[in-house]
């Protein structure tokens, strides 16, 4: 028996819309770390449905470190103004560029990777690097999650990072 505190709780921590919730809480017969997996997985199938709607809006947003001696900027697009004030997709803003700062990714993807980088070209491929907060994830996952929360297309456009002395 799935109870309303049960699809609040999987909503509070998901961002998924109250029947999404539901209906993941029942097909996994109440198990709460199943509906979650199911609820992503639901979000990659719709992130990929979405990935080729246009990102006309988003939000530049910049990070300090090291009492300013490491910096970066990001640029993240989504499809409308309202989306990209949200508290959510600011969120992944911050922890993309604070990504940035922290990891030095040389591309986006693996293709646009240097061939003469050094070590695997995945490891510098800011999309498939596991995330600093939680490595569980990596960025791509974050994007997807975002993606899933506000029903719209995200994608992290470019990228800069900037060292003291580099």
Same mark, same amino acid.
């Given at each position: 028996m799935v109870t309303t505190e049960d699809?609040?709780?999987?909503?509070?921590?998901?961002g998924a819309g109250v029947m999404d919730s539901k209906r993941a809480l029942e097909?996994?017969?109440?198990?709460? +770390?199943?509906?979650k997996k199911i609820l992503r997985e639901q979000g990659i199938?719709? !992130?990929?449905?979405?990935?080729?709607?246009t990102t006309g809006h988003g939000l530049i947003e910049a990070y300090l470190h090291g009492g300013g001696r490491i910096g970066a900027l990001v640029e993240v697009q989504c499809e409308t103004d309202f989306v990209a004030r949200t508290d959510g997709f600011r969120q992944l803003a911050?922890?993309?560029a604070m990504q940035v700062a922290a990891m030095n990714p040389l591309g986006l993807?693996? +293709?646009?990777v240097p061939d003469d980088a050094p070590g695997r070209?995945?490891?510098? !491929?800011?999309?498939?690097?596991?995330?600093?907060?939680d490595a569980s994830k990596s960025i791509q996952d974050l994007v997807q999650d975002t993606i899933a929360q506000t029903g719209e297309n995200?994608?992290?456009a470019r990228f800069a990072?900037?060292?003291i002395g580099r």
């Open positions: 699809v609040k709780r999987l909503r509070e921590e998901t097909q996994a017969g109440g198990d709460f +770390e199943q509906a199938a719709s !992130a990929a449905k979405r990935a080729e709607r911050r922890d993309v993807t693996v +293709e646009e070209k995945e490891e510098h !491929a800011l999309l498939l690097q596991p995330f600093i907060k995200v994608r992290i990072r900037f060292e």
